[in-house]
């Protein structure tokens, strides 16, 4: 997918591992070990999606597919390209990938301090509906979920964030 700031969308590989571990170390308190994405991208269900300009990588994410349901496992941007629209394209990407491999609902959890994810998890429908108690060892996460991806009205909020890319 190729959207008007010249950002492209591409599967996420371990060709990307060590640029990976650099953004992790920007993004994560506890970032994921590469063993992990490793292990990930050799299970089935899984979507990994790397946003990039240029040779550039931007950022990546990730779902995991649960029959009627889909998680989200991850999203990171680097810091320097934040706030440019790329989580929200890594987000319309997932999203639409888990959509056309059968998912009706999705689910993430996320820091409770972390308002910047949240909002943007609001903008795609996401309602938080409960706390997991120290989660992250000491913060809790909140869990939210968008349901009926599948109905015209999700699509229409899917479009909605399409065309303000
Ligand atoms: C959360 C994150 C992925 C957002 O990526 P991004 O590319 O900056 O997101 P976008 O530019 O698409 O922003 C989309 C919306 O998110 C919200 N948002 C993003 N950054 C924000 C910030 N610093 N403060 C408040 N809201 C913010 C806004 O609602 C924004 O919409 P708006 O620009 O119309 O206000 C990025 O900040 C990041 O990688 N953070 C560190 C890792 C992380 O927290 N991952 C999520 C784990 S659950």
């Known amino acids: 997918m190729e959207t008007g700031l010249s ?12 640029t990976v571990a650099g953004v992790e170390a920007a993004s994560f ?3 994921w070990p590469l063993e992990l994405f490793r292990k990930e991208f050799a299970e089935p269900g899984r979507v990994y999606l790397a946003v990039e300009r240029g040779k550039t990588l931007c950022g990546y994410g990730g779902v995991m597919l649960l029959g009627e349901d889909a998680h989200i496992v991850t999203l990171a941007v680097i810091p320097e390209e934040r706030q440019k629209g790329v989580g929200s394209l890594l987000m319309v990407s997932l999203i639409q990938a888990a959509k056309e491999r059968g998912a009706r609902n999705l689910t993430l959890e996320v820091r409770s301090s972390n308002q910047a994810a949240q909002r943007l998890y609001r903008k795609f ?3 938080g509906v409960g706390l997991r108690r120290d989660y992250y060892r000491t913060e809790d996460a909140l869990v939210m979920w968008a349901i009926d991806i599948d109905s015209a009205g999700y699509e229409g909020t899917l479009d909605e964030m399409r065309t303000a890319l």
């Open 7 to 18: 950002f492209t969308v591409r599967p996420l590989t371990a060709d990307d591992l060590q």
């Open 29 to 31: 308190t506890e970032p």
């Open 125 to 127: 429908g996401f309602e």
